[in-house]
């Protein structure tokens, strides 16, 4: 077989993964854009997967239904812990120790946590039915929950997509979203708020109940929750817009843009919470340190914790005026951004090769496209 012959039945492999949710042989040697054009097989074979759709829309909503489908998971583990278990999120039994330290943070984080895991199912299923409905390809992780999950009391103990037990989180967006003056798409970068949550592997859950004391090493596991959901929200806050510049079908710009604006709103009650995360040593970890984000180094007119609306900085050119806004949104490359940020996060430690290739799959897919009458 050529390579050209091979790269093309690894696509087909993928593609009848995608459709029927079977681990596709081979799935894990990863081809890699020999997608001829005018190849008339090759062509039949685009239309299948897209139907109805223009093909970079339909790439666009598989790489968003994946990334939904991976939000769902990570915030059912949540939810069965430290939200609320019931028929519209079921799953799980709660913690009782758990859920109050993450009430430290507000009153409501149950609730929170409930309504953000409902919404993400609703996102996932919507973007799916919708692909199914126009003839297109869908996206089944199903063969990849395999992933052990916390065996604390509360968990359902079911497999799992994601890991929250390995986690290194980026907590830079604090400062972002509070410069007047830089923007992450002209190059710039930004503080941490909490380093050492940046830094080594920090279980944002339960692991086992020996986690549940004592009262300090939960209320850092809490506080490592916090941070996450806001990293998480923050990340599908910049995808949605950064995707949306690239999509044709105005039907396709709605959706896009309708969900898009969930995920911002996920983020502003995340941010909000996340500064009220009590400043500690973890007794378990001394590495893990939580700041008085109210003091220097942070802290001041410019860092405080209640400054959670977007600062005004600079947008598109220098010259033009300071404006708030959602950073980044730059579309060169934001599917492939967000798989590595989540990656690099430890979300799929465990995860197996065949689920990175089709992974890294749709999101090329996704930056591959281009709207309609540009190039
Ligand atoms: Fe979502
Ligand atoms: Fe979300």
Redesign the pocket.
């Known amino acids: 077989m050529n390579s050209f012959s091979r790269e093309s039945k690894n696509k087909k492999n993928r593609r009848e993964f995608l459709r029927n949710g079977m681990v596709a042989a081979g799935a894990a040697t990863l081809g890699t854009g020999l997608l001829a054009s005018g190849a008339p097989a090759l062509a039949q074979q685009e239309k299948e997967k897209s139907g109805q759709l223009p093909k970079g829309d339909a790439a666009i909503l598989r790489f968003l239904a994946a990334a939904e489908i991976i ?1 769902t998971d990570l915030w059912v583990q949540y939810n069965e812990l430290g939200g609320i278990q019931d028929n519209e999120v079921p799953g799980g039994s709660g913690s009782p120790l758990y859920t109050a330290a993450l009430q430290v943070l507000d009153g409501d984080m149950n609730q929170y946590i409930h309504d ?1 895991t409902e ?2 199912f609703t ?1 996932e299923t919507f973007i799916n039915a919708y692909l199914a409905s126009k003839g297109a390809d869908t996206v089944n992780l199903e063969p990849f929950r395999t992933l052990p999950g916390s065996t604390a009391t509360g968990s359902s103990g079911k497999p799992r997509l994601t890991n929250l037990m390995k986690l290194t989180v980026d907590t830079s967006w604090w400062t972002r979203y509070r410069s007047r003056t830089q923007n992450p798409d002209f190059g710039d970068t930004f503080p941490q708020a909490v380093p050492s949550l940046a830094a080594g592997q920090h279980p944002a859950i339960p692991r086992t109940d020996a986690d549940l004391s004592p009262s300090n090493h939960l209320q850092a596991i809490a506080n490592t929750a916090g941070f996450h959901f806001a990293t ?2 923050q990340g ?1 806050t910049s995808l949605y817009p950064s995707l949306a510049q690239r999509v044709s079908s105005s039907e396709v710009l709605q959706i896009v843009l309708s969900i898009g604006g ?2 911002a709103i ?1 983020f502003q009650t995340w941010h909000d919470k996340a500064g009220n995360a009590p400043p500690l040593t973890d007794p378990s970890d001394s590495t893990l340190v939580f700041p008085d984000l109210n003091a220097p180094p942070l802290g001041g007119e410019d860092f405080q914790t209640n400054l959670i609306m977007p600062e005004p900085t600079v947008f598109l050119s220098k010259s033009l005026p300071a404006c708030s806004i959602i950073r980044p949104t730059n579309t060169t490359g934001a599917a492939t951004g967000a798989l590595n940020f989540l990656t690099a996060m430890g979300l799929f430690i465990g995860q197996s090769a065949p689920f990175f290739a089709l992974l890294r799959e749709l999101a090329e897919e996704a930056d591959a496209a281009r709207r309609e009458g540009e190039r």
């Open positions: 939000e953000n919404d993400e996102h998480i929200e599908g969930t995920e996920h």
